[in-house]
């Protein structure tokens, strides 16, 4: 091959690695990237389970110009020191040794992230979780450590174990018997997504974890991708249920990312909770629930069983909703 040939060939070939690689480029980027938003569907909150006075506080910061991700962390407040609420926060059910351990994260518009684990004797574990993003080079503290910089930001310690739920307690310890219950036991989070007036997203998730569960159990709410993830280009989502079923699946992320190539909030939620359907075909005794948000704000909501619902805080209207769940007829 003389020299010009070669030439030739090379810049062809250059040509080829250039387009191949901006083809590439274009297929990475989301395909609802360019999506026209819609300013009629946000500001909006939307959170797992029956939760209204936790979206009415997160839709008021927002009202009083709040950003998205202080609307999650005042909305998931009101939950955590809800004595009515014993799955998160004071009150929250103890592990089978009687001790009330809190797991929690958030995440905001700009990919940052912030997670506790493991936590005992704080009552605003989603608080601490948001220090931990803001005030330290670290994304998770775990145990004692999450605990003494809790401390060290201002936060009190209190006993999270009240009387009523060491009433419960004592009862179960007589049969010690772990048995998830499906949408009780398992109610054990509190998931919320915020969007604000200029389409920016947040969420968060915060909770006790499963009830009577081994000491030192965590589950998937304060571990990003699984209980919740957020990408402000695309949507955010965020589960409650068993999150060892939720982790198996990297649940949160996979809806985004479904999200991400096109699919419908809606549709994401139902693929997700189908993925976790077919490994286990045979196995009907846990719940597991997802709700989502594009950047259009729409809305997506499944579960595998009927009785989980969301709370939507959307247009003025703070409204409990009942979706779809794998289940039906099956």
């Not at 949160?252 to 939620?269: D, K, T, Y």
């Not at 809305?299 to 003025?316: T, V």
């Amino acid at each position: 091959m003389n020299r010009r040939k070669f030439l030739q060939n090379t810049a062809l070939s250059g040509l080829g690695l250039s387009v191949g690689a901006t083809a590439l480029a274009n297929d990475l980027k989301p395909d609802n990237q360019n999506m026209d938003m819609n300013p009629d569907n946000y500001p909006l909150v939307i959170a797992t389970w029956h939760v209204p006075n936790a979206t009415k506080k997160a839709w008021e910061t927002l009202e009083n110009g709040g950003s998205a991700l202080d609307a999650v962390e005042k909305g998931c407040n009101a939950e955590e020191e809800d004595l009515a609420n014993n799955s998160v926060g004071y009150g929250g059910r103890p592990d089978r040794d009687g001790h009330v351990t809190l797991d929690a994260c958030l995440m905001d518009d700009k990919g940052n992230y912030g997670s506790v684990v493991f936590m005992q004797n704080i009552v605003h574990a989603i608080s601490v979780a948001r220090k931990v993003m803001e005030e330290t080079p670290h994304v998770l503290l775990a145990g004692k450590g999450a605990e003494e910089f809790a401390v060290s930001q201002g936060f009190k310690r209190m006993n999270l174990l009240t009387d009523s739920a060491k009433k419960d307690w004592e009862e179960w310890k007589i049969k010690s018997e772990y048995k998830p219950i499906i949408n009780i036991e398992n109610h054990d989070t509190i998931g919320m997504l915020a969007m604000d007036k200029d389409g920016n997203l947040s969420g968060g998730c915060t909770t006790s974890g499963l009830a009577y569960k081994m000491h030192g159990r965590v589950g998937d709410s304060p571990i990003i991708g699984s209980g919740l993830f957020v990408d402000n280009e695309v949507g955010a989502a965020t589960a409650t249920g068993l999150g060892e079923e939720v982790l198996k699946t990297v649940g949160s992320f996979l809806i985004v990312e479904l999200m991400r190539q096109g699919r419908s909030p809606q549709q994401a939620c139902e693929e997700a909770v189908n993925r976790i359907m077919k490994k286990q075909p045979n196995r009907q005794d846990f719940q597991v629930g997802y709700i989502a948000v594009n950047k259009k704000g729409e809305i997506g909501a499944y579960s595998i069983h009927k009785g989980f619902s969301y709370q939507l805080y959307q247009n003025g209207k703070n409204e409990n909703i009942k979706p779809g769940f794998y289940l039906d007829g099956k």
